[in-house]
Every structure is written in structure tokens, then in C-alpha cells.
Nanobody, 118 residues
């Protein structure tokens, strides 16, 4: 079974930076999407950034120009560089994987807390 493990969350002041990492427990299929979602208290889980099956990246409007998603060469890792963090970025960030095949299953990490506060 594929498991995703996130790391890199923490407490940071407004304007600061964090780099989130996610690693799959096993090597994944080459045709896949990996990305990041986040969920703030009382809100639904929303897309932050996705690196899709064709190598394209998509970002939520609220993070464009501040966050950068990247993939490792092994295709089982994904990173999110977060710069110019704002209090509104405070949320639990979840790593996301969708494998194209076998029903296009989606997998989620356990989440890592990001808190932006002075």
C-alpha cells in the first residue's frame, strides 16, 4: 500500500519561509499527479499546488508567486517551497498522490501543521 509522509511544517513568522517534503513509502507509477492541499480550521481541504501527470504545475491563486512545487527524480517525492508566508496560510498541509491506473486511486499523507504567526 502506498503511504505518504510529510515533513517540514512548523511555526514561522509572517514573511518567513518553509519547505515541505513528502515521500512515498514505495516507488510510484510514472503516470501520476502529486501535490499539496491544505485545510484550515472550519474549512474544507483545498488545493494548494499540483504537479500533474504531464509535468505541468497548477497553483491556487492565493499562493501564486509565493509557493513553488517540485518533484524528485525518483517520482516518489514532492516538495513545496513556501515563501512570503502569511497568517492566512496557516493550515494542515496534506501531501496528495493520484495514480493513473487501477481505478485512479488517490492517497493522502497524514498532514503537517504550518502556523504563520507573529
Amino acid at each position: 500500500q502506498v503511504q505518504l509522509v510529510e515533513s517540514g511544517g512548523g511555526l514561522v513568522q509572517p514573511g518567513g519561509s518553509l519547505r515541505l517534503s513528502c515521500a512515498a513509502s514505495v516507488n510510484i507509477f510514472s503516470i501520476n499527479d502529486m501535490g499539496w492541499y491544505r485545510q484550515a480550521p472550519g474549512k474544507e481541504r483545498d488545493l494548494v499546488a499540483v504537479h500533474n501527470s504531464f509535468g505541468r504545475t497548477n497553483y491556487a491563486d492565493s499562493v501564486k508567486g509565493r509557493f513553488t512545487i517540485s518533484r524528485g527524480n525518483a517520482k516518489n517525492t514532492v516538495y513545496l517551497q513556501m515563501n512570503s508566508l502569511e497568517p492566512e496560510d496557516t493550515a494542515v498541509y496534506y501531501c496528495y498522490l493520484r495514480i493513473y491506473g487501477q481505478g485512479n486511486p488517490a492517497y493522502w499523507g497524514q498532514g503537517t501543521q504550518v502556523t504563520v504567526s507573529s
